[in-house]
């Protein structure tokens, strides 16, 4: 009889309430959710509510594809309340709740939550029924619920699921296991109150709950209200995803004031994009392309920031890992039910479906601006004057995209003084000319004075001005467009011998004659210039500094001593005019006067520098030259 009693006792305490320890390593993996999962510690609120929203969605579901327990829409919601008192904050859902297994196998095991299981029923109905293919649910692992424990000493969670008539209550600390016993509950859903810690009061004030909720979850499609005693509720936040709704639907006036929303401009966007995807992968986006640069453009660690969200769940306001760097100029939202909201969203670089996404939105972004170009120029010269400089860091960065880049970007064109695209500037090319040539330069008015242009003038070849910093990077990675090669004018000897020149046998001869000159230049200037040659392209010029085929472009060379104070870079090619008075008059005193050869080719040296924006070698010296040749010509 006592042991009959004792057994039966045994089962009354069991069915009451029970004490369980948490699976082989769940302690371990817990302490790793709760120390070290999370950036913020704000984000155990986001969690929550989307374990609520993911609960309505299923009772949703329900709804919809059972005739039993049917409920609106407009009538599921999220609440939060606190009391200050008794440290606590409670959520609070009229979802499709959990019964006492789905309690022990959501909160009791990690990477285990009753979305997975529901996912794999729907899986095997939706041949069945067409609506299965209607729902998205947020969360895959179960893991986010364990952030509760973050702010909180104890977790209480009373579940009642819909169909049942009995509720059960999980309670945990987080640490030592936890225990599940019958509850109370008048009708289905969850309820969870958090025990806050004393340090993590802040998350009781209701200010801090509305700025999390509003940042978080400010786009899902249920309510979240907050409860203020006796108080009418307030609700949190929008519960109004704009990019859900079809364009048509949308007001220009709408789209501008989201556009200010999320903090892309102060004006109007230049550009708009919104797409729905559906398909293998499938996502919403809603990007803009503001009509002027933000301030911060050109710092060094800004990227891209788009905001990502997983059916309507903030999972990152500034992830980089879906537009590159030289897209950070976009702005706006990508929203997809591809990417869990779990774990991962911490470390989303390495998501594939997130790369998918990053390709074919780099690709939606140049097809609008190629768009653009062919049919609204005045717009596009308006985006490529704010953004052109950035663009072009793409076709050093991304090796797939830089023909695409290239085709939309406008370089300066010598002989039309305007920017032009390269398809334009081939168009106008001689029908013997085979190179695109460009130079290189600080800025406009630089490579204007530059005298390695007189020859092209001359010819009528017309020439690019490259100006941007990242022109010289860009071209290690794309040497040629449409099959013409990229030829820089102050690099190397050029042939320009197939052009009509009428002075080229006068030219020829000339250069004989000089050789000696160039000879004894070469000896006083020493190692200052890896060699000293006649020049068949200058022609109002006396001279001019030409890099080697194997140095670097002037322009590179300038930058990286910008970079590195140390670096010295190659000597150049000191090139001479042959039909240059100046250089007449030297050949005619290169045996007579030493000292004024010596002087005078110094000072061409120099100038020769100085007219590419450097300083003489010795501006003392340089000085002292100048004052001799300038008594001298006074005489």
């Known amino acids: 009889l006592n042991t009959y009693i004792n057994q ?16 082989a390593d769940t302690g371990r993996v817990l302490n790793i959710v709760i120390n070290s999962l999370y950036s913020e510690k704000e984000i155990f609120l986001r969690e929550l509510i989307s374990n609520s929203s993911d609960a309505l969605d299923k009772r949703r579901f329900l709804s919809l594809t059972s005739n039993q327990d049917k409920i609106g829409t407009d009538e599921l919601k999220i609440e939060i309340s606190t009391d200050k008192k008794s440290h606590t904050l409670t959520i609070k859902d009229n979802g499709i709740g ?79 296991g936890y225990e599940i016993e019958k509850a109370d509950k008048s009708e289905p859903g969850t309820e969870i109150v958090l025990h806050i810690k004393k340090s993590e009061k802040e998350y009781l004030d209701k200010e801090r709950i509305g700025f999390i909720t509003r940042k978080y979850s400010d786009h899902l499609m249920y309510s979240v209200n907050y409860l203020d005693g006796g108080k009418d509720p307030e609700i949190l936040n929008k519960a109004s ?65 788009i905001k990502l969200y997983s059916n309507r769940v903030l999972i990152s306001d500034d992830s980089e890992d879906i537009l590159p760097r030289w897209l950070r100029f976009v702005k706006g939202v990508v929203d997809t039910s591809d990417v869990d909201l779990n774990v991962s969203r911490e470390m989303l670089q390495h998501n594939s479906a997130l790369n998918k996404i990053s390709k074919a939105l780099k690709k939606r972004v140049l097809n609008e601006l190629k768009k653009m170009k062919d049919k609204d120029t005045e717009k596009y010269t308006t985006f490529w004057k704010e953004f052109g400089i950035v663009m072009k860091e793409g076709i050093y960065e991304d090796f797939d995209l830089k023909n695409e880049i290239l085709e939309i970007s406008k370089f300066h064109s010598m002989k039309l003084n305007k920017d032009v695209f390269l398809s334009e500037y081939s168009e106008e090319m001689n029908p013997e000319q085979k190179e695109i040539f460009y130079i290189a330069s600080e800025n406009k008015e630089m490579a204007e004075g ?15 001005f490259f100006t941007d910093p990242i022109d010289t990077f860009w071209l290690s990675m794309a040497g040629e467009f449409q099959g013409k090669k990229f030829t820089s004018i102050t690099k190397g000897d050029i042939d320009l011998s197939a052009f009509s020149d009428e002075k080229k046998k006068k030219e020829k001869k000339d250069n004989v004659v000089i050789d000696e000159l160039v000879k004894k230049i070469k000896e006083i200037l020493g190692e200052s210039v890896q060699d000293v040659k006649a020049s068949s392209k200058l022609v109002d010029s006396p001279c001019c500094l030409v890099a080697p085929d194997s140095g670097m472009d002037v322009q590179m060379e300038r930058i990286m001593k910008i970079q590195n104070k140390d670096f010295k870079g190659m000597p150049r090619i000191l090139e001479i005019n042959p039909n240059h008075d100046i250089i007449k008059k030297l050949n005619g005193i290169k045996d007579k006067d030493d000292d004024a050869l010596k002087d005078a080719a110094y000072l061409l040296f120099d100038q020769a520098k100085m007219v590419e924006g450097e300083l003489p070698l010795d501006i003392s010296l340089f000085n002292k030259r100048l004052s001799k040749f300038m008594g001298l010509a006074l005489k």
């Open 98 to 176: 959990m019964d006492q297994e789905d309690l022990e196998q959501a909160l009791g095991t990690i990477a285990k939550s009753g979305t997975t299981e529901f996912l794999a029923e729907l899986e095997k109905n939706s041949k069945k029924d067409k609506k299965s293919k209607e729902v998205n649910l947020i969360g895959q692992f179960g893991v986010g619920f364990y952030s509760a424990f973050m702010v909180s000493e104890k977790v209480e969670v009373t579940s009642r699921k819909v169909g049942d008539t009995k509720a059960n209550k999980w309670v945990s600390d987080g640490v030592s």
């Open 450 to 464: 530059s005298p390695h242009l007189e020859v092209f003038k001359k010819k009528k070849l017309d020439v690019l």
């Open 241 to 305: 995803a704009i990019w859900t709704r079809e364009k048509k639907d949308i007001s220009s006036e709408q789209y501008e004031e989201f556009y200010k929303q999320i903090g892309a401009g102060f004006n109007k966007p230049l550009v708009t994009l919104h797409n729905k995807v559906e398909g293998t992968l499938s996502y919403t986006n809603l990007l803009f392309i503001p009509d002027s640069r933000p301030f911060d453009l050109f710092q060094m660690d800004v990227k891209s920031k």
């Open 8 to 23: 039966k006792f045994f089962y009354i305490i069991k069915e009451i309430k029970m004490k369980k320890a948490f699976e």
